[in-house]
């Protein structure tokens, strides 16, 4: 299991250099010039070129990118050009609101998703099925951006239930609750029609049938034996959806105005706030591939024939070192 999980990590460091790379290079030739920005449009061209000396953005492009690459792995993430402030205090202060959206979405769709999808799939071509089919047709087809948009407008603006943006501070979970909604609607559809399938052919396996002649229960049959053979593709679905919804949250903070890392990537956009956009899409992939490698361990415990096959390659492993620890005293 070590080896795997050092495996996968070294596997994740030519990703990230990828996408820091493109990142890095759409940022240099996106048009724009952050010293005119920092100084205002009616500074000299003098005091531009002399701030943009200072910042190092004359040097050659391969020198700037080698550079950002250098101080990152020793930790310095460089300074945002806006607000002169460490991006990994930046990062620091608005992560955990990300986290909170992200986590709490998924949550969501996982205690109500997946139960419907369960329901669906052993009630089929009935009226819960049809109806959650629709539902889940409704929410796949609807934009995020225009969903928050209507929650805000019927329960901060006319009902006045929940407040429709951040307030000073740290936001509280009535701050959650409609962008929660808003950026689970995709991943609850998704879910509900990917237990469905998996449940539907599951339940069509020849030791369900077998689990039922017995004598088991529906109920014990469907949690039991059932549900469990089909958690695989699900916890697939739920980790690439949770990756997503970390990128997705650029949208729904906007909307709510929660100062998170989509939030400060928006911002950083448009200001050509290098360092700040760097660190903002860099945390989202570092943390989207953690939870890959996340799912993938998780395979091995969800699975009886995968937790098998593990063990058994690991005995085999010890009973070889064991035999070629033997040879040279035997000889």
Same mark, same amino acid.
């Given at each position: 299991?070590?080896?795997?999980?050092?495996?996968?990590?070294?596997?994740?460091?030519?990703?990230?250099?990828?996408?820091?790379?493109?990142?890095?290079?759409?940022?240099?030739?996106?048009?724009?010039?952050?010293?005119?920005?920092?100084?205002?449009?009616?500074? !000299?061209?003098?005091?531009?070129?002399? *701030?943009?000396?200072?910042?190092?953005?004359?040097?050659?492009?391969?020198?700037?990118?080698?550079?950002?690459?250098? /101080?990152?792995?020793?930790?310095?993430?460089?300074?945002?050009?806006?607000?002169?402030?460490?991006?990994?205090?930046?990062?620091?202060?608005?992560?955990?609101?990300?986290?909170?959206?992200?986590?709490? !979405?998924?949550?969501?769709?996982?205690?109500?998703?997946?139960?419907?999808?369960?329901?669906?799939?052993?009630?089929?071509?009935?009226?819960?099925?049809?109806?959650?089919?629709?539902?889940?047709?409704?929410?796949?087809?609807?934009?995020?951006?225009? *969903?928050?948009?209507?929650?805000?407008?019927?329960?901060?603006?006319?009902?006045?239930?929940?407040?429709?943006?951040?307030?000073?501070?740290?936001?509280?979970?009535?701050?959650?609750?409609?962008?929660?909604?808003?950026?689970?609607?995709?991943?609850?559809?998704?879910?509900?029609?990917?237990?469905?399938?998996?449940?539907?052919?599951?339940?069509?396996?020849?030791?369900?049938?077998?689990?039922?002649?017995?004598?088991?229960?529906?109920?014990?049959?469907?949690?039991?034996?059932?549900?469990? /053979?089909?958690?695989?593709?699900?916890?697939?679905?739920?980790?690439?959806?949770?990756?997503?919804?970390?990128?997705?949250?650029?949208?729904?903070? !906007?909307?709510?105005?929660? /100062?998170?890392?989509?939030?400060?990537?928006? /911002?950083?956009?448009?200001?050509?706030?290098?360092?700040?956009?760097?660190?903002?899409?860099?945390?989202?992939?570092?943390?989207?591939?953690?939870?890959?490698?996340?799912?993938?361990?998780?395979?091995?415990?969800?699975?009886?024939?995968?937790?098998?096959?593990?063990?058994?390659?690991?005995?085999?492993?010890?009973?070889?070192?064991?035999?070629?620890?033997?040879?040279?005293?035997?000889?």
């Amino acid at each position: 299991m070590i080896k795997y999980i050092i495996k996968r990590v070294l596997m994740l460091i030519p990703v990230l250099l990828g996408i820091s790379l493109l990142i890095f290079t759409v940022m240099n030739i996106s048009s724009g010039d952050p010293a005119r920005a920092l100084l205002s449009d009616y500074a !000299s061209q003098e005091d531009v070129d002399k *701030l943009r000396e200072e910042m190092g953005l004359n040097d050659p492009f391969l020198e700037q990118y080698g550079r950002y690459i250098w /101080n990152a792995l020793h930790g310095d993430l460089g300074t945002s050009y806006q607000s002169g402030q460490p991006v990994v205090q930046l990062i620091a202060q608005r992560y955990p609101t990300t986290i909170k959206l992200a986590l709490g !979405s998924i949550l969501l769709s996982i205690i109500f998703g997946i139960p419907i999808g369960i329901l669906s799939a052993v009630k089929q071509y009935s009226l819960i099925d049809n109806a959650s089919m629709l539902l889940s047709m409704l929410l796949t087809s609807t934009p995020s951006f225009w *969903l928050g948009l209507m929650l805000l407008i019927v329960f901060s603006l006319t009902l006045h239930w929940l407040p429709a943006t951040q307030a000073l501070g740290t936001p509280t979970i009535k701050h959650f609750i409609l962008p929660w909604i808003t950026l689970n609607c995709m991943t609850f559809a998704l879910l509900i029609r990917m237990s469905r399938s998996t449940m539907l052919e599951v339940i069509r396996q020849d030791y369900i049938r077998t689990a039922k002649a017995k004598g088991a229960t529906d109920r014990r049959v469907t949690f039991k034996h059932a549900l469990r /053979n089909a958690l695989l593709p699900i916890v697939t679905v739920i980790g690439t959806q949770l990756s997503v919804q970390l990128g997705g949250s650029v949208v729904v903070e !906007s909307v709510f105005a929660l /100062n998170g890392i989509g939030t400060m990537a928006i /911002n950083g956009i448009k200001a050509k706030d290098t360092p700040v956009v760097m660190a903002a899409i860099m945390f989202i992939a570092i943390v989207g591939g953690i939870i890959n490698l996340l799912v993938d361990i998780g395979y091995v415990f969800i699975d009886p024939r995968l937790k098998s096959q593990f063990f058994k390659g690991k005995k085999k492993e010890k009973a070889k070192n064991a035999e070629q620890k033997q040879l040279p005293s035997s000889t």
